[in-house]
């Protein structure tokens, strides 16, 4: 079992930044560099957004199309921590945020799959 606490909401106008962060903790032992960690967004009356996701061991990332090259996933596997830096951010990123975990198993992709446990969400806010 994998609890994720997720951190770092906000409001912001647009252009500005923001910063969340996610913990992951594993029960029995089970090593946090062997997840795919991921950070997905919604919105009311919409489908939930797969935002990035990053295997942390092989530190290989995705992003969805409508944050690439805004957003930015990392993984510090000493803190078991997840951090997404969101940049020239705009009204339509107005979301809930959440963080989500999946134990490897056999397959080291992260992008497609669907994820087991997930954080209860925070609040991110964008103005013009």
């Known amino acids: 079992m994998v609890q994720v606490v997720e951190f770092g909401g906000g409001s912001v106008q647009t252009g500005g930044s923001l910063r969340l962060s996610c913990i992951a903790s594993?029960?029995?032992?089970?090593?946090?560099?062997?997840?795919?960690m991921g950070w997905f967004r919604q919105t009311p009356g919409k489908e939930r957004e797969r935002v990035a996701t990053i295997n942390t061991e092989t530190r290989k990332y995705t992003y969805g199309a409508s944050v690439r090259g805004r957003f930015t996933i990392s993984v510090d596997n000493a803190k078991r921590m997840v951090n997404l830096q969101m940049n020239n951010l705009n009204t339509e990123d107005t979301a809930t945020y959440y963080c989500a975990a999946d134990m490897l198993g056999g397959s080291s992709l992260c992008g497609g799959r669907d994820f087991e446990y997930w954080g209860q969400g925070t609040q991110v806010a964008v103005s013009s």
């Open positions: 594993t029960g029995s032992g089970y090593p946090f560099n062997q997840l795919c």
